[in-house]
């Protein structure tokens, strides 16, 4: 593996150590509270980012330039979490999905712009040329398309093929019906991800998973009126675009449905 990928998924290892499993619910509360929070959750940072670098990449982390990125980074990384703070603050909410997944993207490009600065790199320089090859690029859209077909536009198809069976269908009790059928929307397309992903990675036992846990969580709905034909219906014409995706792929990037 290049010395960047090395570097890079070391910095990364230590941003999820230090975000997740070291960052107590006494060290959310106290950047929450001011600084002294903060400054903490930097401290641990810098100790988890040094010692991932450390062990599995080639850099030497006791020059003055290493130092001094390592502790740009700390600081950038402090920067986003006071800033992210201050937003849910003023909004008067607790964390959110989007809140997340932004702070998350920018400290995973944070890290890699630290893993070329370490190296002293450009993006220019990056060897992707013997990696990312013609070939590849053809089976990565492949399989990009096909997930988004299935996934996405298969979710819309069986929500209109199913719309007959949710208009007479009464709420549960305190439920409210678009948002329930939202609900239905999500999880179908977390339903497909999940059997076409098991299929390529040859699990059929992981669809049958997927199905039954799925059928425990509804079981107290099936008894209510048309719910179990919405249910059938429903889950078949999804589990039938996820297989129909698998299979396509599978005899499109192997050949066979069987890999050998």
Same mark, same amino acid.
């Given at each position: ?45 810098? /100790? ?5 670098? /450390? ?14 990125? %390592? ?113 239905? /929307? ?22 049958? %998973? ?8 509804? /079981? ?15 889950? %078949? ?24």
């Amino acid at each position: 593996m290049q010395p960047i990928a090395n570097t890079f998924l070391a910095i990364l290892l230590a941003h999820l150590a230090g975000d997740f499993p070291l960052q107590t619910e006494s060290i959310i509360r106290a950047k929450q509270r001011g600084f002294a929070g903060l400054a903490i959750h930097g401290f641990v940072h810098y /100790l988890a980012v040094l010692a991932s670098l /450390l062990a599995f990449s080639p850099v030497r982390v006791g020059t003055v330039y290493c130092q001094a990125l %390592l502790l740009a980074y700390v600081a950038f990384h402090v920067l986003l979490d006071f800033l992210k703070t201050r937003y849910l603050k003023l909004r008067g909410r607790p964390d959110s999905t989007a809140p997340f997944v932004i702070d998350q993207v920018l400290h995973v490009l944070t890290a890699f712009v630290l893993s070329l600065g370490l190296l002293r790199l450009s993006p220019f320089q990056l060897n992707t040329g013997g990696m990312w090859t013609d070939p590849v690029k053809q089976r990565v859209l492949l399989i990009l398309v096909t997930y988004a077909a299935v996934i996405f536009a298969g979710g819309y198809l069986v929500r209109s093929m199913t719309r007959s069976l949710t208009e007479d269908m009464p709420a549960p009790e305190g439920e409210d019906k678009a948002a329930l059928r939202n609900a239905g /929307l999500y999880i179908g397309w977390l339903e497909r991800f999940l059997v076409l992903t098991a299929l390529l990675v040859q699990s059929p036992a992981m669809v049958g %998973l997927i199905l039954t846990g799925k059928s425990i969580a509804r /079981l107290g709905e099936l008894k209510g009126p048309k719910f179990a034909e919405y249910f059938l219906i429903g889950t %078949l014409l999804s589990v039938s675009l996820a297989l129909g995706g698998g299979l396509f792929l599978m005899l499109t990037l192997y050949g066979s449905v069987i890999r050998r």
